[in-house]
């Protein structure tokens, strides 16, 4: 089956440290989502692009945070610098883009920033 | 408001049936999922239905839509210790954009 694939699954490091999440959507899907799961606030969407353009990045605090795809097969989250309060389960979704056609999520990074 | 919202928490015993109830708030929303969240892994779609339906069934799962409310819920038939997990209900308004809820956690004991 395709899968949306995420790298690293964990990734544990100190404050100020820059911290880079990949993922790969699913072959020929033309959007891509991430989300940020926490307890307290839920399922939250950061950005989302279409055909590798940001189409709302509104979810994201620019200051630290940056969305990427720089080509068809990756997509990239980074932080810099990070912080203790973005510990959180980071997931990546890719989607045909059309209505009826679900996102498909990946297993996710959990990041824990100390 | 722009929530969707979803009860936190559900126990029910293995066999019984489960029914999760969520409320959503955008009547112009098409279609309406539910994801399932296991421990450690990402959500997985479940099942969806078109606004324009009443109702779905796909083996044990039925899911209701109630439109006039916007109420939707997902009943669990004959539910198993498998079926524990977080369920997360979800509308889409627009470039396969979903809005989701905080997610119920079913807790199926023996």
């Known amino acids: 089956d395709a899968r949306v694939t995420q790298t690293p699954r964990h990734k544990v490091t100190e404050m100020g440290q820059e911290v880079t999440m990949r993922c790969q959507p699913i072959?020929?899907?033309?959007?891509v989502f991430w989300y940020r799961q926490t307890m307290m606030q839920g399922l939250e969407l950061l950005a989302y692009?279409?055909?590798?353009?940001?189409?709302?990045d509104s979810g994201m605090p620019k200051d630290r945070f940056s969305a990427e795809m720089p080509d068809a097969t990756l997509a990239t989250l980074k932080i810099q610098p990070s912080e203790p309060r973005d510990s959180a389960v980071y997931f990546c979704a890719s989607g045909p883009g059309q209505a009826n056609q679900p996102q498909h999520f990946g297993d996710g990074t959990r990041l824990s920033i100390l | 408001g722009e929530d969707v919202e979803q009860s936190l928490f559900l126990s029910v015993r293995e066999g019984d049936s489960s029914v999760i109830n969520c409320t959503y708030t955008d009547s112009s929303s098409t279609y309406l999922y539910w994801y399932k969240q296991e421990p450690g892994a990402g959500l997985q779609l479940l099942t969806y239905?078109?606004?324009?339906?009443d109702m779905k069934q796909d083996q044990r799962l039925t899911v209701l839509l109630n439109k006039k409310d916007k109420h939707l819920s997902l009943r669990i038939a004959d539910t198993q210790t498998g079926d524990s997990a977080i369920y997360f209900c979800a509308e889409e308004r627009g470039y396969s954009t979903l809005t989701f809820g905080k997610g119920t956690m079913l807790l199926v004991s023996p």
């Open positions: 239905i078109f606004s324009n339906m």
């Open positions: 072959l020929g899907h033309n959007t």
């Open positions: 692009f279409r055909n590798r353009a940001p189409l709302d």
